[in-house]
């Protein structure tokens, strides 16, 4: 089973909510990913979780909160986030990181709308 | 670094008839490459990889790259488009410093005419 599940779907959240975006493998990967994907642009790196510990944080604002409560979940916390926040959050699991290659599977992703 | 440059934003082609899909990379070292493919409001799924063994790669759906060291390049072929092959097509490059990053070509669009 190559899957990695992404709840909810869709997520419609004003400025000054907070809200959750969790994403889930069972393939007992060991690196976890979240990408912030814009229309019509490819995927950008967020953050990378590397056995359950935050390893890469690429510059990204307070306002996005990743945890990996275990081995198995990822989740995004959201708060007080920006209209240009709205986009498709991907998340992605790969075997480990490392010097050698692991590919890596997607979630279909949440698509977010913040008004 | 890492990058790579996919030629093409948008390619159309008849269904039936066969598909190229352009991608050059540039690395530092011996590159591990990829192509994911995207249908509208989906998440990424893999089509293949190349990872140094075969310079002629196989994916899924009868798609298949080749790799070439002297041009650069790891273009996606598949001998007939099918309707169903309609979605956006990245052109993938991995980073071998230990952090496993994946650098994204922008993208290229394939349009299956029917």
């Known amino acids: 089973d190559t899957e990695v599940t992404q709840t909810p779907k869709h997520l419609v959240m004003g400025m000054t909510n907070k809200k959750s975006l969790k994403c889930e493998q069972h393939?007992?990967?060991?690196?976890m990913y979240w990408y912030k994907q814009k229309a019509k642009k490819p995927p950008e790196l967020m953050f990378v979780?590397?056995?359950?510990?935050?390893?890469i944080n690429e510059s990204v604002p307070s306002r996005f909160s990743p945890e990996c409560p275990n081995s198995s979940l990822l989740n995004l916390h959201l708060h007080a986030l920006q209209p240009e926040d709205s986009a498709l959050y991907l998340c992605?699991?790969?075997?480990?990181?490392?010097?050698?290659?692991?590919?890596?599977?997607f979630g279909p992703g949440t698509r977010l709308t913040v008004t | 670094a890492q990058s790579v440059t996919q030629l093409d934003s948008h390619v159309s082609v008849s269904e039936g008839t066969p598909v190229l899909l352009r991608c050059n990379y540039s690395?530092?070292?011996?590159?591990?490459l990829f192509w994911y493919v995207q249908h509208p409001n989906k998440g990424l799924q893999l089509l293949l990889k190349?990872?140094?063994?075969?310079?002629l790669v196989k994916g899924i759906n009868g798609f298949e790259a080749e790799f070439k060291k002297s041009e650069t390049s790891f273009h996606l072929t598949k001998p007939s488009a099918h309707m169903s092959d309609a979605a956006e097509y990245f052109c993938?490059?991995?980073?071998?410093?230990?952090?496993?990053?994946?650098?994204f070509g922008t993208g290229t669009r394939l349009t299956v005419i029917p």
């Open positions: 190349y990872t140094s063994a075969a310079t």
């Open positions: 979780y590397s056995y359950e510990k935050l390893s």
């Open positions: 992605a699991s790969s075997q480990r990181t490392g010097t050698e290659t692991y590919e890596q599977y």
């Open positions: 690395s530092s070292y011996s590159p591990s």
């Open positions: 993938v490059v991995s980073d071998l410093t230990g952090a496993n990053n994946l650098f």
């Open positions: 393939m007992g990967h060991r690196a």
